[in-house]
């Protein structure tokens, strides 16, 4: 198991940026597929964008474009960079680790806000 632990989010005006990052214990992390999932509020967590083994990433329509999922594997960390920012990226984000079937761990998530 891996435990993962999400920080960045946090206030910010339509049209900002923000920086998401999770960090993982063990020595699995190089080893696993990662993910960001966000949730907003009476809706249900959708996949926002993962990255392979070996730095392959695909993206929710959604945020194609605007965010851009990346890992650091000596660091044991996994990034979301996100920007121009939407009311409706307001949610809060969750990194998982993933495999064929989906996520099997997930962090505590943080939330993100964004004003209009």
């Known amino acids: 198991q891996v435990q993962l632990v999400e920080s960045g989010g946090g206030l910010v005006q339509a049209g900002g940026s923000l920086r998401l990052s999770c960090a993982a214990s063990?020595?699995?992390?190089?080893?696993?597929?990662m993910a960001w999932y966000r949730q907003a509020l009476g809706k249900q967590r959708d996949l926002v964008a993962s990255?392979?083994?070996?730095?392959?990433?695909n993206y929710a329509g959604a945020v194609k474009a605007r965010f851009t999922i990346s890992r650091d594997n000596p660091k044991n960390t996994l990034y979301l960079q996100m920007n121009s920012l939407k009311p409706e990226d307001t949610a809060v984000y969750y990194c998982a680790a993933i495999n064929p079937s989906g996520p099997w761990d997930w962090g505590q998530g943080t939330q993100v806000i964004v004003s209009s």
């Open positions: 063990g020595s699995t992390f190089s080893s696993n597929a």
């Open positions: 990255i392979t083994t070996s730095g392959r990433a």
